[in-house]
């Protein structure tokens, strides 16, 4: 099985900063990596596909980064709209996993 | 517009059984895979099993396998989760997903709300 480590697993961020989390991978995974945001209370949302492709609706201050073994999740200009834990998720082989998420806060 | 509705949620005892449903509305239901993805309280997300579109493919998270079984019924428009020898651990609010793709599973576009299983005695 594949897993997946995300770091920090907590950050605090002043609203406007640059943030980046990072998803590693056990094993090379090409370019089969998902980033989801989970609001508090709320099922989780589609962030980013395949390692950089912005889902629909999706704000262009997140971008995604990264291949094989390392990944991004950048949020250019912190936004109060944006505390939430993400989580990066991937499906290269069976069984899905999904990281064990970032916490992003704001100071 | 994508709905997905999560059903039969409940407080059960520990080696009881618990079918969940889920009903999707607002696209061609049996174009796609759908999964179930679960989260104990306070934990991350945990991918449960997947269903390809036509039932011809299903998978499971080895912490479910032999217990929990993966149907669909694309006449209803329903996937649903039979759960089965159920334990404290599979405590948890269980959502039902939908996949942009039709087979083994790649990136969930649309979330239920979610269903929340409770297995104490």
């Known amino acids: 099985d594949i897993q997946m480590t995300q770091s920090p697993s907590s950050l605090s961020a002043t609203v406007g900063d640059r943030v980046t989390i990072t998803c590693q991978a056990s094993?090379?995974?090409?370019?089969?990596l998902n980033w989801y945001q989970q609001k508090p209370g709320e099922a989780p949302k589609p962030l980013i596909f395949d390692a950089l492709n912005l889902q629909t609706g999706v704000p262009p201050r997140f971008s995604g980064g990264g291949s094989e073994t390392e990944f991004t999740l950048t949020i250019n200009g912190l936004q109060p709209e944006d505390i939430a834990t993400y989580y990066c998720?991937?499906?290269?082989?069976?069984?899905?996993?999904f990281g064990g998420g970032t916490k992003v806060e704001i100071k | 517009e994508v709905h997905l509705v999560e059903s039969g949620g409940d407080l059960v005892q520990p080696g009881r059984s618990l079918r969940l449903s889920c009903a999707a509305s607002?696209?061609?239901?049996?174009?796609?895979?759908m999964h179930w993805v679960r989260q104990a309280p306070g934990k991350g997300l945990e991918w449960i099993s997947t269903?390809?579109?036509?039932?011809?493919?299903?998978a499971y998270a080895d912490s479910v396998k032999g217990r929990f079984t993966i149907s669909r019924d694309n006449a209803k428009n329903s996937v649903f989760l039979q759960m089965k020898s159920l334990r404290p651990e599979d405590t948890a609010i269980y959502y039902c997903?939908?996949?942009?793709?039709?087979?083994?599973?790649?990136?969930?576009?649309?979330w239920g709300h979610g269903t929340l299983v409770t297995v104490s005695s």
């Open positions: 094993q090379d995974i090409r370019q089969y």
């Open positions: 269903v390809n579109w036509n039932s011809g493919f299903t």
């Open positions: 607002g696209f061609s239901f049996d174009d796609y895979a």
């Open positions: 998720q991937q499906y290269y082989i069976l069984p899905l996993s």
């Open positions: 997903a939908k996949d942009v793709h039709y087979g083994s599973g790649s990136f969930i576009d649309f």
